[in-house]
């Protein structure tokens, strides 16, 4: 599968973006999909992940209340809904798919597929 992630900007502190991963073939439905961030000088950490079907997910603690994962499996897009956003968000933004396992999972490693990524900055 390709990914391509887009839907980064600038913004100010306490806006909202809608990121947006759109993935090639016809098995989107079958992945688990997560995003990650990268921050400068920081190394790539997790931040959403969400269940093939769309009905469950799961969120690295900084971002629970402000952050929104979700799927369009029709459509094959990937979406991380970014509310109330902070200095510290500011990273590039990963789209990335894992064949098998469980949708609980942080790990870069368990990840098979990883789009380009989108930058986002927030100015305090």
């Known amino acids: 599968v390709q990914l391509q992630a887009s839907g980064g900007g600038l913004v100010q502190a306490g806006s909202s973006l809608r990121l947006s991963c759109a993935a090639s073939g016809r098995t989107f439905s079958s992945y688990v999909m997560g995003w990650f961030r990268q921050a400068p000088g920081k190394e790539r950490e997790f931040v959403a992940s969400?269940?093939?079907?769309?009905?469950?997910?799961y969120y690295e603690d900084s971002v629970k209340g402000r952050f929104t994962i979700s799927r369009d499996n029709a459509k094959n897009t990937l979406y991380l809904q970014m509310n109330s956003l902070k200095p510290e968000d500011t990273a590039v933004y990963y789209c990335a798919a894992r064949i098998s396992g469980s949708y609980y999972s942080y790990k870069e490693c368990e990840y098979d597929y990883w789009g380009q990524g989108t930058e986002v900055t927030v100015s305090s």
């Open positions: 969400v269940s093939r079907s769309g009905g469950s997910t």
